[in-house]
Every structure is written in structure tokens, then in C-alpha cells.
């Protein structure tokens, strides 16, 4: 089983920017697809971004522009650089696989807010 472990999460202006992090242990990772997840308050959890194993992407018309979603096979990690940050990107961001995502880590809080 895949254990994920976010961070990088903060408090920060909106039109600021942040880079998450997703350290994912077991060797799985490099044979799967990844995806960044969000769950603003009272809200579902939606994707925001995935990458599959040979490095293609995409996105939500909703972040698409302002975030990238990255991948180091070697270090196991993903990344999710976000820009031009809004209010309504706060939310508790999470990593998993992506189409069918496994057991959910703790998360990393995103707070947009001046």
C-alpha cells in the first residue's frame, strides 16, 4: 500500500504562490499515475491536476494556467507548483493516484487570504 505524506501548504495572499509536495513511499509510484486533490470546506474533494507515468497532464478549467503538476520518480515525490493564487483555491489539498485514488493522507491546508 502507498503511504502519501503532504506539505507545503501556508497562508498566503491572494496572487501568491505556493509549491506542494507529495512524498509517496513504495516503488508503486513510478508505475502510476498521480493526482493533486482539493476538499474546500463543505465541499466534495475534486481534482485539480493529475500526471501520468510518461509525464502528460492536465487540469480543471479552474487552475488550468496557474498550476503545474510535476513528478521525480527517482525521489517517489510530485509536485504542485500553484501561482496567481485565489480565495476560492483554499482548501485542504491532498495527492493520490489518480483515476482511482487509495487510502488519503493527512493533507496540507491552503489558505488564500489577505
Known amino acids: 500500500q502507498v503511504q502519501l505524506v503532504e506539505s507545503g501548504g501556508g497562508l498566503v495572499q491572494p496572487g501568491g504562490s505556493l509549491r506542494l509536495s507529495c512524498a509517496a513511499s513504495?516503488?508503486?509510484?513510478?508505475?502510476?499515475?498521480m493526482g493533486w486533490y482539493r476538499q474546500a470546506p463543505g465541499k466534495q474533494r475534486e481534482l485539480v491536476a493529475y500526471?501520468?507515468?510518461?509525464?502528460?497532464?492536465n487540469y480543471p478549467d479552474s487552475v488550468k494556467g496557474r498550476f503545474t503538476i510535476s513528478r521525480d520518480n527517482a525521489k517517489n515525490t510530485v509536485y504542485l507548483q500553484m501561482n496567481s493564487l485565489k480565495p476560492e483555491d483554499t482548501a485542504v489539498y491532498y495527492c493520490?493516484?489518480?483515476?482511482?485514488?487509495?487510502?488519503w493522507g493527512q493533507g496540507t491546508q491552503v489558505i488564500v487570504s489577505s
Open positions: 513504495g516503488s508503486i509510484f513510478s508505475f502510476n499515475a
Open positions: 500526471i501520468t507515468r510518461a509525464g502528460d497532464t
Open positions: 493520490n493516484l489518480w483515476p482511482i485514488p487509495g487510502s
